[in-house]
């Protein structure tokens, strides 16, 4: 079992910059993979960023491409989202989450089996 817990979201103004934080217990190790979502309110869940076990490979949406940056410390467990240049648009409930795969990255959403609770980001204009 994988348990996940997200850190680091609050408010910023528009420009400014947060670094989202996913501690991850349990088993997991580089063999899983791990992607970012958010959801912002009354809009479907989507998919933001994601990076393979070994932190080799790393995947955007286009709207956060040179803006966001995930990266992954295997010894510690932990993988982040920097996230800089924030844009109202970003504002949402994001979400990391964890599936087992030796391959690559994994993008789609329903691929994922493993879920944090979730941590606020608002970005003010």
């Known amino acids: 079992q994988v348990q996940l817990v997200e850190s680091g979201g609050g408010l910023v103004q528009a420009g400014g910059s947060l670094r989202l934080s996913c501690a991850a217990s349990?088993?997991?190790?580089?063999?899983?993979?791990v992607g970012w979502f958010r959801q912002a309110p009354g809009k479907e869940r989507e998919f933001v960023a994601a990076i393979n076990g070994p932190g080799s490979s790393t995947y955007y949406r286009d709207s956060v491409k040179g803006r966001f940056t995930i990266s992954r410390d295997n010894a510690k467990n932990t993988i982040d989202l920097q996230m800089s240049s924030l844009k109202p648009e970003d504002t949402a409930v994001y979400y990391c989450a964890a599936v087992y795969n030796r391959g690559g990255v994994v993008v789609a959403m329903t691929r994922y089996d493993y879920w944090g609770q979730g941590t606020q980001v608002t970005v003010s204009s």
């Open positions: 349990g088993h997991t190790d580089s063999a899983y993979a």
